[in-house]
């Protein structure tokens, strides 16, 4: 059974950081793309940032918003993903969904992932 569960989310005040886990059980993490995406209230679910998976040298993406506040990484000797950010901004505040995708490229298409974590919230303080 394939499991992904995020944790690491919580209150912060803009400026601060977070850092958010993913662990994943019931795959072959190192050949799978990663990716977060995330969902703040009365909106619908946005990309936010993704990896490739081991085999393609760990290339990560991320929407303009977030460029140069957050940074992926992934330790596939514990099959986990992080997502570390830091600046954040009220507007970051949202439910953030960690995703897997069998294969080497990266996507920022939410139905390209097969399988999705049950998500954590963040929310950011003005």
């Known amino acids: 059974q394939v499991q992904l569960v995020e944790s690491g989310g919580g209150l912060v005040r803009a400026g601060g950081s977070l850092r958010l886990s993913c662990a994943a059980s019931?795959?072959?993490?190192?050949?799978?793309?990663m990716g977060w995406f995330r969902q703040a209230p009365g909106t619908e679910r946005e990309f936010v940032a993704a990896?490739?998976?081991?085999?393609?040298?760990?290339?990560?993406y991320y929407t303009d918003s977030v460029k140069g506040r957050f940074a992926l990484s992934r330790d596939n000797a514990k099959n986990t993903v992080n997502l570390q950010m830091s600046r954040l901004k009220p507007e970051d505040t949202a439910v953030y969904y960690c995703?897997?995708?069998?294969?080497?490229?990266?996507?920022?298409?939410?139905?390209?992932?097969?399988?999705w974590g049950r998500g954590t919230q963040v929310t950011v303080s003005s």
């Open positions: 995703a897997a995708r069998n294969g080497r490229t990266y996507s920022v298409t939410e139905n390209d992932y097969s399988y």
């Open positions: 019931g795959i072959t993490f190192s050949n799978y793309a």
């Open positions: 990896m490739a998976n081991a085999w393609s040298g760990d290339i990560t």
